[in-house]
């Protein structure tokens, strides 16, 4: 340890560090300056912790907290109150924010752009952005809320009233954005209690191993540490999972290791630093077994078995099946036939919040956890039986998440954190690193896909057969639902009248593969609309007309047999972009199209729940509880705007949050239904509030009074289920996008029109669509995670492909509302469709562009990939995939 000596925000401080610490985690873990955030440390790529080191914009995760003697350090903490509030209220109005993760390093690096250059253009401004990462809002919004800002220090701006009761269909400033914007509003690696200690995780450096001993002594006598747990220290069942419970939490001695994200043992310590030195004490043995890493060798029956709590036996962990009609009839009597064997890439969701959670020992047994995940009842079920107790003695908040795209529904630091509070008798926190982080997690399933699709002389479809298979991983997750959901989305938003499609799921020791936004349905996607744009060219006929004449519309039948009865808007969609469409081809652009759909709710035969409860305080405010996970789409604002729809109260009343004070457990906020189905639940706990109110009674008088509203969708069919009319899914979203090229064959212009019900909020409505263009744009040309002997080839983010606001187009956002007779004042799910199409867009652009069809992605060695700025995996390790 050495004394660093510097001045914080204007103060002499003085701290004791290690000679390995960085100033982030110094400043962090010891000052309580947390604007400045760890989302890559000590890679200093995604700028979340950029601070102002002796007037100078540094990324102080990378540098050494010794190197920091004697300097001048300011962080947002730091700069004037009153500018610091114009700042958070700039973000908030241009909504520059979802998860909001990332922003406080923004809010820094434009204020220090601005102390030398008041007035940046647009093209300063993204280059300023350009040391930044945001997952969430595709740039725009961010670049519109950097020039504001600039705009509000030159006395051109100033907050005000927005001027909205916050009604549905208005843009009512998203919950809490100011104080995110600025840092204001703590994440849960924020959080500090006093004798808090800190946890740190021995995670297996192999895909397929046997442990043959754990050897702890070592790391329990290094200084500072409290308790080293490993599996004998479980008092419950180790093992658990969403679906399966085939994942253990810490895995035993003559047990395998099936991924290199297994858990051996956990360290606490007094420090964070301790706790990660110590964990590289503990010493494991382990006789390194043949990995299975290819799902076809995986299938067959001479190929080990990777995780023998599979029930069937074997490594297949679903086969879905889709039959109607006679398809080979179907292709005897084509005009046209093309098929082709497509292939995806592994995916790693990059949320900017790494995972991290808070375990807090309570009084008689009880616990509580601040958790991020993205259904805290699932974490409260899965905990509980981790450590042997009955779930009404675990407690669980959600705080703000920062982000997690389906990579935060399964369980990742949860249960050894509460474990290590439940042996100590302490507070815990435990936080992943990046590098941790990127092996642990599952990611976006690869999958193959062989696709035969058929058509008449006029283009018409007149069969598709496919056959999938997706790499799972060495866990169950929600892999099996993923692989169903690619199958029944197999065909597109496309009358088809025969289809024949298996999906295969398949365990591999390779990372496991759960849910990522689009649930399979992007993957599917970039097939079938590759086979549209070969067979458009055999019939004679362009892109959009082949759609047009083969699109779904109220009364067809989706590739699962369900027939829509109402809510069909992909002709309006089509129509939305059909001027643009022309007027490129005109002009002599690449232009290129694809449509899509996304389910809305899991479906599928699976009761889903949507429940409120709405609480007047003694302060009258409103609170309103909702189980699903406000994770940066907006979730606890739209449902502020269904409550002040049916109470006429206004916004500012109403606090929404997520615990689990009621019982609301409600699953995972997947399957784009958290809007949908919270919607519904808080518009009928919300009637009854506006009831009371109307007979004449007043908030004073309502004090206490709970106004709860439980609703059951029950009436979905299993894909399986013959047994009576198909009906899979609750409600479907519709989507057209358009990828128009530059003469070098760069992404010049995405437009996407889509049809969303209702739009709640067009702001955040926008938002998220802008977003999803950004992860979908990124899906088609630089993203992946290739992995050599099961471990991931690199955990850098510039390698791992996210895109820099420097690479994205122009986008153009078409909201339409063909309501949904099921959903809240029409609404469907808006969160996952943004992206289905668009690398299916992309790839029908470059088709346009040099006639060349892509049957892999990411088309990095494209025109339009090799424009990107990221994505760049050296030598050897570009080859694994």
């Given at each position: 340890?050495?004394?660093?000596?510097?001045?914080?925000?204007?103060?002499?401080?003085?701290?004791?560090?290690?000679?390995?610490?960085?100033?982030?985690?110094?400043?962090?873990?010891?000052?309580?300056n947390?604007?400045?955030?760890?989302?890559?440390?000590?890679?200093?790529?995604?700028?979340?912790?950029?601070?102002?080191?002796?007037?100078?914009?540094?990324?102080?995760?990378s540098?050494?907290?010794?190197?920091?003697?004697?300097?001048?350090?300011?962080?947002?903490?730091?700069?004037?109150?009153?500018?610091?509030?114009?700042?958070?209220?700039?973000?908030?109005?241009?909504?520059?924010?979802?998860?909001?993760?990332?922003?406080?390093?923004?809010?820094?690096?434009?204020?220090?752009?601005?102390?030398?250059?008041?007035?940046?253009?647009?093209?300063?401004?993204?280059?300023?952005l350009?040391?930044h990462?945001?997952?969430?809002?595709?740039?725009?919004?961010?670049?519109?809320?950097?020039?504001?800002?600039?705009?509000?220090?030159?006395?051109?701006?100033?907050?005000?009233?927005?001027?909205?009761?916050?009604?549905?269909?208005?843009?009512?400033?998203?919950?809490?954005?100011?104080?995110?914007?600025?840092?204001?509003?703590?994440?849960?690696?924020?959080?500090?209690?006093?004798?808090?200690?800190?946890?740190?995780?021995?995670?297996?450096?192999?895909?397929?191993?046997?442990?043959?001993?754990?050897?702890?002594?070592?790391?329990?006598?290094?200084?500072g540490?409290?308790?080293?747990?490993?599996?004998?220290?479980?008092?419950?069942?180790?093992?658990?999972?969403?679906?399966?419970?085939?994942?253990?939490?810490?895995?035993a001695e003559?047990?395998?290791?099936?991924?290199?994200?297994?858990?051996?043992?956990?360290?606490?310590?007094?420090?964070?630093?301790?706790?990660?030195?110590?964990?590289?004490?503990?010493?494991?043995?382990?006789?390194v077994?043949?990995?299975?890493?290819?799902?076809?060798?995986?299938?067959l029956?001479?190929?080990?078995?990777?995780?023998?709590?599979?029930?069937?036996?074997?490594?297949?962990?679903?086969?879905?099946?889709?039959?109607?009609?006679?398809?080979?009839?179907?292709?005897?009597?084509?005009?046209?036939?093309?098929?082709?064997?497509?292939?995806?890439?592994?995916?790693?969701h990059?949320?900017?919040?790494?995972?991290?959670c808070?375990?807090?020992?309570?009084?008689?047994?009880?616990?509580?956890?601040?958790?991020?995940?993205?259904?805290?009842?699932?974490?409260?079920?899965?905990?509980?039986t981790?450590?042997g107790?009955?779930?009404?003695?675990?407690?669980?908040?959600?705080?703000?998440?920062?982000?997690?795209?389906?990579?935060?529904?399964?369980?990742?630091?949860?249960?050894?954190?509460?474990?290590?509070?439940?042996?100590?008798?302490?507070?815990?926190?435990?936080?992943?690193?990046?590098?941790?982080?990127?092996?642990?997690?599952?990611?976006?399933?690869?999958?193959?896909m062989?696709?035969?699709?058929?058509c008449?002389?006029?283009?018409?479809?007149?069969?598709?057969?496919?056959?999938?298979?997706?790499?799972?991983?060495?866990?169950?997750?929600?892999?099996?639902?993923?692989?169903?959901?690619?199958?029944?989305?197999?065909?597109?938003?496309?009358?088809?009248?025969?289809?024949?499609?298996?999906?295969?799921?398949?365990?591999?020791?390779?990372?496991?593969?759960?849910?990522?936004?689009?649930?399979?349905?992007?993957?599917?996607?970039?097939?079938?609309?590759g086979c549209?744009?070969?067979?458009?060219?055999?019939?004679?006929?362009?892109?959009w007309?082949?759609?047009?004449r083969?699109?779904?519309?109220?009364?067809?039948?989706?590739?699962?047999?369900?027939?829509l009865?109402?809510?069909?808007?992909?002709?309006?969609t089509?129509?939305?972009?059909?001027?643009?469409?022309?007027?490129?081809?005109e002009?002599?652009?690449?232009?290129?199209?694809?449509?899509?759909?996304?389910?809305?709710?899991?479906?599928?035969?699976?009761?889903?729940?949507?429940?409120?409860?709405?609480?007047?305080?003694?302060?009258?405010?409103?609170?309103?509880?909702?189980?699903?996970?406000?994770?940066?789409?907006?979730?606890?604002?739209?449902?502020?705007?269904?409550?002040?729809?049916?109470t006429?109260?206004?916004?500012?009343?109403f606090?929404?949050?997520?615990?689990?004070?009621?019982?609301?457990?409600?699953?995972?906020?997947?399957?784009?239904?958290?809007?949908?189905f919270?919607?519904?639940?808080?518009?009928?706990?919300?009637?009854?509030?506006?009831?009371?109110?109307?007979?004449?009674?007043?908030?004073?008088?309502?004090?206490?009074?709970?106004?709860?509203?439980?609703?059951?969708?029950?009436?979905?069919?299993?894909?399986?289920?013959?047994?009576?009319?198909?009906?899979?899914?609750?409600a479907?979203?519709?989507?057209?996008?358009l990828?128009?090229?530059?003469?070098?064959?760069?992404?010049?212009?995405l437009?996407?029109?889509?049809?969303?019900?209702?739009?709640v909020?067009?702001?955040?409505?926008?938002?998220?669509?802008?977003g999803?263009?950004?992860?979908?744009?990124?899906?088609?040309?630089?993203?992946?995670?290739p992995?050599?002997?099961?471990?991931?080839?690199?955990t850098?983010?510039?390698?791992?492909?996210?895109?820099?606001?420097?690479?994205?187009?122009?986008?153009?956002?078409?909201?339409?509302?063909?309501?949904?007779?099921?959903?809240?004042?029409?609404?469907?799910?808006?969160?996952?469709?943004?992206?289905?199409?668009?690398?299916?867009?992309?790839?029908?652009?470059?088709?346009?562009?040099?006639?060349?069809t892509?049957?892999?992605?990411?088309?990095?060695?494209?025109?339009?990939?090799?424009?990107?700025?990221?994505?760049?995996?050296?030598?050897e390790?570009?080859?694994?995939?």
């Open positions: 340890m050495s004394t660093l000596h510097f001045t914080l925000n204007g103060k002499p401080c003085q701290l004791e560090v290690d000679a390995t610490e960085t100033l982030l985690h110094a400043v962090r873990d010891r000052t309580g947390c604007s400045v955030k760890d989302g890559c440390s000590p890679q200093g790529q995604c700028g979340c912790c950029l601070a102002m080191v002796d007037g100078r914009a540094i990324t102080i995760c540098l050494p907290a010794t190197k920091a003697e004697g300097k001048s350090v300011v962080t947002l903490e730091g700069i004037d109150a009153d500018l610091r509030a114009t700042y958070a209220a700039c973000f908030a109005e241009a909504a520059g924010l979802q998860c909001g993760f990332c922003i406080p390093g923004i809010v820094m690096r434009a204020h220090h752009m601005f102390e030398k250059n008041p007035d940046p253009q647009p093209a300063e401004i993204v280059k300023a350009d040391g990462l945001c997952r969430c809002t595709g740039y725009k919004k961010i670049q519109d809320a950097v020039a504001l800002m600039a705009r509000a220090r030159r006395g051109e701006w100033k907050p005000g009233a927005h001027g909205v009761a916050g009604k549905v269909g208005e843009s009512l400033v998203r919950y809490q954005a100011g104080e995110t914007a600025i840092g204001a509003r703590p994440y849960v690696d924020d959080v500090h209690i006093d004798g808090m200690l800190y946890a740190a995780m021995v995670l297996s450096p192999h895909a397929r191993a046997k442990v043959i001993s754990i050897d702890t002594g070592a790391a329990e006598a290094f200084p540490v409290v308790r080293v747990a490993t599996y004998k220290d479980v008092p419950g069942d180790r093992y658990y999972g969403l679906l399966l419970a085939d994942w253990p939490g810490l895995v003559g047990e395998e290791v099936r991924y290199v994200g297994d858990v051996v043992a956990v360290v606490a310590a007094e420090s964070r630093f301790q706790a990660r030195e110590a964990a590289k004490a503990v010493q494991v043995e382990y006789e077994l043949p990995a299975v890493l290819d799902p076809e060798y995986g299938m029956p001479e190929a080990p078995v990777v995780n023998p709590r599979n029930p069937k036996g074997h490594n297949l962990l679903s086969h879905s099946h889709i039959s109607r009609g006679d398809v080979e009839a179907a292709f005897a009597n084509s005009a046209h036939i093309v098929e082709g064997k497509w292939e995806t890439q592994r995916i790693e990059l949320f900017l919040e790494p995972e991290s808070v375990a807090v020992p309570l009084e008689g047994g009880r616990m509580k956890l601040y958790t991020q995940g993205q259904g805290i009842f699932d974490d409260r079920r899965q905990v509980a981790f450590l107790k009955p779930e009404e003695d675990i407690e669980v908040e959600l705080l703000p998440n920062g982000g997690a795209f389906g990579g935060k529904e399964d369980m990742s630091v949860q249960s050894q954190t509460a474990l290590m509070a439940y042996l100590t008798g302490k507070p815990v926190k435990l936080t992943l690193s990046r590098e941790e982080s990127v092996r642990m997690h599952p990611k976006r399933h690869p999958l193959w062989q696709y035969k699709v058929g008449d002389a006029e283009g018409k479809l007149t069969a598709v057969w496919s056959r999938m298979v997706g790499d799972s991983g060495a866990y169950a997750s929600v892999g099996g639902k993923v692989l169903e959901r690619a199958a029944g989305h197999c065909c597109g938003p496309y009358v088809v009248p025969n289809v024949e499609i298996e999906a295969f799921a398949v365990y591999t020791n390779n990372p496991p593969c759960g849910a990522m936004r689009g649930f399979g349905v992007n993957q599917s996607a970039f097939a079938m609309e549209l744009d070969q067979l458009a060219t055999k019939v004679g006929i362009d892109g007309t082949i759609r047009r083969n699109a779904l519309e109220n009364g067809q039948m989706v590739t699962t047999g369900q027939v009865k109402e809510g069909v808007g992909l002709i309006e089509l129509e939305a972009v059909k001027s643009r469409y022309y007027e490129a081809l002009a002599g652009k690449k232009v290129g199209i694809a449509c899509g759909l996304k389910n809305t709710g899991i479906g599928n035969g699976v009761a889903e729940w949507g429940k409120a409860r709405l609480v007047v305080e003694e302060d009258l405010t409103v609170s309103i509880y909702i189980g699903y996970t406000e994770m940066g789409q907006g979730l606890l604002t739209v449902a502020t705007q269904f409550a002040v729809e049916m006429g109260l206004p916004a500012h009343i606090r929404p949050k997520v615990d689990t004070k009621f019982q609301l457990g409600s699953g995972q906020t997947t399957g784009s239904r958290a809007t949908f919270v919607g519904k639940a808080v518009m009928s706990a919300a009637a009854k509030l506006g009831e009371a109110l109307k007979s004449g009674k007043r908030l004073e008088a309502l004090q206490g009074e709970i106004f709860a509203a439980d609703i059951l969708v029950d009436d979905t069919t299993a894909l399986y289920d013959k047994s009576k009319p198909p009906k899979t899914h609750s479907y979203s519709f989507a057209t996008q990828c128009i090229l530059d003469e070098d064959g760069k992404v010049a212009e437009i996407a029109a889509h049809d969303v019900g209702k739009v909020n067009p702001q955040l409505c926008e938002g998220q669509l802008e999803s263009l950004h992860m979908g744009l990124g899906y088609a040309l630089s993203e992946e995670l992995c050599l002997d099961g471990m991931p080839v690199t850098k983010l510039r390698d791992i492909g996210v895109l820099r606001a420097q690479d994205m187009p122009k986008m153009e956002i078409i909201l339409l509302e063909v309501p949904s007779a099921e959903g809240p004042m029409g609404a469907k799910g808006v969160g996952e469709i943004g992206l289905v199409p668009t690398a299916a867009a992309v790839a029908s652009a470059l088709y346009a562009y040099d006639g060349e892509r049957y892999r992605l990411p088309m990095k060695e494209s025109p339009a990939g090799k424009a990107m700025s990221v994505g760049r995996i050296r030598g390790r570009a080859t694994w995939r």
